[in-house]
């Protein structure tokens, strides 16, 4: 395991005092050189300090092979920069050139049939190339040279979003690195072949040469889960790796700038493992598009605490988010008033000190015209520059209380996040489709918040074991290592909760035997012999198990034949007996060392936790409240180092107005009224109130 880097965060503009970044991915090559004028007077009005450039601009940048303008850039750098607007500059490689791919088309990717990916997008680059990667580390220097001197740049933007179209590549290239990727993992062939189980089905290999590809296998067949799982850590190596020798190649020109790289941490998955990268930059930094419809606060709310989990609790920087539509899903929702504001605020809320957006001005062409911006087709006078602008003077009123630096409050509860769990349970030869390492951290954290719990999400490498409490949803992969950790934990006092579908398999995805789940079936307390998968793909199909609390398990339950002398079972399934399942244990709590662990033997989904939980939270001394509206309210902490700068953030998460009391003064607030001296607030539904105690 590799050590972290030092934090280090972008520093403000000489003579400019530290405040909270704000802007956006500014692409002012799209437009006539008359129109950058206007942008900057309207960045000033609302109050941007910080823009991203180059991102997307290679083919402007060196326009043939080693010839380069930066002319127009400079001539914007400057221009931002005397306007008081820093820069977050890009390595410019996110996407090559057709000079470059017509030249080389063998640094194209290949699909999983030997396809060309061929250019017409972006990011149609293979990790693995050496050809691409020696293009792409000369533009990395060019660029660090020619600006390693200008005191505008106050960051590195490396690459753009990795992985997010290039992620898998089956290349010949991709092949010999895996070869190698596989060597120095196991060492020896027979170490590969232990690991991928491969005299199920006469997959044996004699030498690493063998190794190829998860390639096309047909349709209906079924690939090796442990080279699938092993293909997937390798690609996000392969393209770390590469992250990492640009970013190096930068850093030698510029020491004294901080770099990062984009990541895409959301509720809908993860292509690359975060955490891991998250040791490879100077700060971290997230892109983040909001989920329509009911879910649409909690999910942004629980991706930035796994943000907050793997920057370690220092502060982030949020680098893109949208003002309003996408324009990628295929129908794209606009956003509903007051949400551009309480959207960015909630990632505040969640640690982030930094606030852009993708895009600064709305494209008139290209395939992302339809995608919001700050400044939309509709031009200054709008609503959404004019939430812009109101979010603009949010953020300078933080800065000014003082929250910049403060760090998100360490909650009681910490629910896991796996990176290696959520490829593993992606296979395609499960109990259940339906089941997944992704969805249920998801479910705890709002469950939690209906009770008025603000839980942090932790990934599995974190310090999750410091916690009072700490959930392990659907963690699939437990190593004898991390066995061991989740056995210390509770042994020395943890209040601990299992789900259903964790501890199954180690990290080569080899079962652990003797019962699930094997791994920790001293600590859990219950042993179970078979999945109940349900579903309702059948006349009479099982699609349901009711608990004795009420609750109703969906999509898979535990048969769990037998608990722990000292286990006490708190509920039960009530089913019709030829399922197997009436009286089968479903929620099972055991002593074990001077801690307990409540298992959860079933998916009960965020509204059979909320059900379930305030018993259990009660049994283990955990503290919530069962207050009619507390889960209308999501209450997140920020504070300083001294213990001073105390922010609370409320957001109505519900779909009336709801009343807050609180205890302080309002910095910024939102759709919400409240009296100057007075100490409860009304918010209405996408409404928020900043409190500084
Ligand atoms: C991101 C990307 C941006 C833009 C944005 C649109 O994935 O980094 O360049 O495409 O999505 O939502």
Not at 283 to 311: I, M, Q, R
Not at 617 to 646: K, N, W
Request: charged letters at 25%; a negative charge; one cysteine or more.
């Amino acid at each position: 395991m590799s050590a972290r880097r030092t934090y280090r965060w972008p520093q403000p503009l000489d003579g400019q005092r530290q405040r909270l970044w704000y802007g956006g991915d500014y692409n002012p090559e799209q437009w006539p050189e008359e129109i950058w004028d206007d942008d900057i007077r309207l960045m000033n009005k609302a109050r941007v300090n910080l823009v991203s450039l180059g991102i997307f601009s290679w083919a402007k940048i060196e326009t043939s092979d080693g010839v380069y303008d930066f002319g127009w850039l400079d001539r914007i750098v400057d221009k931002l920069g005397r306007a008081g607007i820093a820069v977050d500059m890009a390595s410019a490689t996110a996407s090559p050139p057709m000079w470059l791919t017509q030249a080389h088309p063998e640094v194209l990717w290949r699909d999983e049939r030997g396809n060309i990916c061929w250019p017409g997008a972006r990011q149609h680059w293979r990790a693995t190339s050496p050809i691409f990667r020696k293009y792409a580390l000369r533009l990395c220097r060019k660029m660090a040279e020619h600006y390693k001197d200008n005191p505008y740049v106050v960051s590195w933007h490396v690459g753009n979003e990795y992985g997010c179209h290039n992620r898998f590549d089956y290349s010949d290239d991709a092949m010999r690195a895996f070869q190698e990727w596989c060597k120095a993992r196991y060492g020896t062939i027979e170490a590969v072949n232990d690991a991928w189980g491969t005299t199920f089905w006469a997959q044996r290999m004699n030498d690493f040469s063998e190794i190829i590809p998860p390639r096309y296998i047909g349709e209906g067949n079924f690939m090796n889960p442990g080279k699938l799982l092993d293909f997937k850590r390798f690609s996000s190596d392969a393209l770390k790796d590469f992250f990492m020798a640009e970013r190096d190649a930068l850093a030698q020109i510029t020491p004294g700038k901080p770099l990062t790289t984009n990541f895409m941490v959301s509720a809908v998955g993860s292509n690359l493992d975060y955490d891991d990268w998250s040791d490879e930059v100077d700060f971290v930094s997230n892109d983040h598009y909001f989920t329509p419809g009911e879910a649409h606060l909690d999910e942004l709310a629980y991706s930035a605490s796994l943000v907050d989990g793997l920057s370690r609790k220092r502060p982030w920087f949020l680098m893109e988010n949208s003002t309003a539509a996408v324009n990628w899903r295929s129908i794209n929702y606009r956003k509903e008033p007051g949400q551009t504001v309480r959207d960015a605020l909630a990632h505040v809320a969640m640690g982030a000190d930094a606030i852009c957006y993708f895009q600064w001005r709305q494209s008139r062409a290209g395939a992302e015209k339809f995608h919001s911006a700050m400044v939309p087709h509709a031009g200054e006078n709008s609503q959404i520059f004019r939430d812009v602008c109101e979010l603009g003077e949010d953020l300078q009123r933080l800065s000014d209380a003082g929250l910049e630096g403060t760090e998100l409050k360490k909650s009681s509860v910490a629910v896991v996040f796996d990176y290696q769990s959520e490829w593993a349970t992606e296979h395609s030869a499960n109990p259940t489709q339906n089941v997944r390492h992704l969805t249920e951290p998801l479910d705890w954290f709002r469950a939690f918040a209906d009770l008025g719990i603000t839980a942090d999400m932790v990934p599995m490498r974190g310090d999750w074991d410091s916690y009072e409490a700490a959930v392990l949803p659907c963690v699939y992969l437990l190593s004898q290592t991390d066995s061991q950790r989740v056995r210390d934990y509770v042994s020395n006092g943890g209040k601990l909760f299992v789900t259903y579908y964790t501890g199954i398999s180690d990290e080569r995805d080899h079962i652990w035997l003797g019962g699930y789940p094997g791994s920790i079936q001293d600590v859990v307390g219950v042993r179970s012999e078979e999945f109940t998968p349900m579903g309702d793909d059948f006349p009479g199909a099982l699609d349901h198990l009711d608990l004795s609390n009420g609750a109703v398990a969906h999509d898979l339950a535990d048969w769990i034949t037998s608990t722990a002398p000292d286990a006490k079972v708190l509920e039960t399934y009530q089913a019709d007996p030829r399922t197997g399942m009436n009286g089968v244990p479903a929620i099972v709590v055991n002593p074990f060392g001077s801690g307990q662990c409540v298992y959860i033997g079933g998916k009960l989904g965020r509204d059979g936790l909320r059900i379930s939980l305030p018993k259990v939270l009660d049994d283990m001394g955990i503290r919530h409240s069962s207050a009619a509206d507390v889960g209308q309210v999501l209450r997140v902490e920020r504070s300083g180092e001294d213990g001073q700068h105390d922010f609370v953030f409320y957001f109505n998460r519900g779909s009336g107005d709801v009343t807050v009391r609180f205890d302080g003064e309002v910095v910024v607030s939102s759709l919400a009224q409240y009296a100057e001296t007075g100490d409860t607030a009304c918010i209405s539904p996408n409404g928020l109130i900043i409190v500084k105690g």
